[in-house]
């Protein structure tokens, strides 16, 4: 195996370690620490010295660093964390437009990726609703909503007894209740503890990267695909 492909090999290794580890504490915990991100964006830099065209690495590394002012603005608009915008950084520098497909990557592969991921918890959701709704239970009793955003509210969360990582989806006005259609963040807003009420699921989006980030090295970008097919 040449020097080439064992330091592709390294750098996958490495970025697979800290997306583990980080997927670990955001399931577990809730919380990575930034130290993470540190130590093994520094050891992708740190790789850089035994590169055998480091000049021409470095100029691949800047240009998929163009991910770091959209993830770190996505972080400040609330669409996901800090942690999986510093993650997305570090992914970066780690392993650099890295793929073993032949199909296009860009900068932006691994988050638009996860992106695409993003509608499989919408219909884990849906099927969590349907299957209350065939053990007859009554998941909208004492609601006053259009039938349009119940539908919305099926997709987007569900009625928990006792939820544990979860945003509450309603709010009490007068004698009915009302759904709430927003969007949460973890790091502002607080997991409601509150039994049998509608709740958003907090999803690690990290996982979802992680995802992405697999989808990236065996296949490339779905929405590219998608659009080549398209065309």
Known sequence: MDVISDLFFIRIILAFGMLAIGGFFDVW???????????????????????????????????????????????RMGLFGGADAFALIALSVIAPQFTLSENTITPFTTLSNAAVLFVLPLFVNASRNLISVLRNEKIFAGFDEPTWK???????????????YGFTMEKQEGSSKKIVL??????????????????????????????????????????ISAMKIGS
């Open 150 to 164: 119940k539908v919305l509210a099926i997709f987007m969360g569900y009625r928990s007894k006792n939820p544990k």
């Open 29 to 75: 915990k809730r919380e990575i620490h930034d130290y993470l991100w540190l130590g093994f964006g520094g050891a992708g830099v740190a790789l850089m010295i035994v590169e055998p065209h480091p000049v021409e690495f470095a100029f691949t590394t800047l240009f998929a660093l163009m991910i770091a002012p959209v993830s770190l603005i996505a972080w």
């Open 182 to 223: 927003s969007l949460h963040n973890a790091e502002t807003e607080k997991f409601t503890k509150k039994p049998d009420t509608w709740i958003t699921p907090g999803i690690p989006y990290l996982l979802l990267i992680i995802g992405g980030f697999i989808i990236q090295l065996i296949y490339g970008d779905i929405i």
